[in-house]
């Protein structure tokens, strides 16, 4: 007979939270009819308005400019460090209380389900080496995934380059993708766990101490390389300017706004910022070519 005992608080909360994002893992996603609805509008609003707002933050902060992602690369200079460890910080703030209330629990499960589905099939040799390409690259060109849009918009030099290698190596990526899996994949998946599932206890008594620390990192960043020299911006150019006609932001103005999208992301698209399994790749499928939806 199945016990009919209530379950307590600690279970709901701390725990049993992991079965709850292994049941909705696990769920098909449910069917669409065809058509446009209200929720297809209000998603691709939502879309575009975090579009928007991160370009804005990133622009502001000049981290599209190649210099400044070059000199980061090489520990020369520290504004994007500020500006993306700001918006971790606070990303996991805002991640940490929609997983405790009560009414918000559900979506970040269902967020944290979609960014553990994006990486249980890799192992740490793809890791390591989609992660030295990707800083290289980096490093070399001056720019990342994220930021090319934000260069061909504010009209960097040879952006328009660096949008045409992106795409061809996502093509020549998409051809290849079955023989990178099969030669990448490891032998044993990796398993996945949460700190606080391990401990029982809530997210936010495990990622306070965590984004605590991060803040005081970007802190002592900030007093060693002020954002002004880094820059090399004068205050007469923020004096008597309008808000967004100001050539540059505080990096942890820019960084918080970023942390923030990841509300609305959870909450209307189930999806975290950071994430690619949406985009499109073209792959090579026995004898015919089909786009792929990750």
Known sequence: MASTRPRTRSQTNGTDMGTNFSRLEATPPASKENGFSLMTVLKGSVAALCGLVFGIAVEKSRVFEPAVVTNQMLFRKFIMMKVFLTSLTVGMFFLSVLAILPFTRKKYLLSRAA????INKKGYFGISIGAFILGSGM?????????????????VHNAVFTLAGALAGTV???LMEPYVTNLTKPSTPIKYHFLYQLMGSPPFIVSFPVFSILGIVVFSLEMMYPWHDEIAVHSSDLVGKAVLANPCWHPYLCGSLIGCLQVPLVLILGDTLGLYHHK?????HENHTEFKRF
Do not use: M
């Open 115 to 118: 960014f553990v589905g994006s």
């Open 139 to 155: 490093a070399v060109v001056g720019t990342c995934p994220g930021l090319v849009g934000i260069q061909i918009g504010a009209g």
């Open 172 to 174: 020549l990526y998409g």
């Open 280 to 284: 499109n790749i073209i792959r090579k």
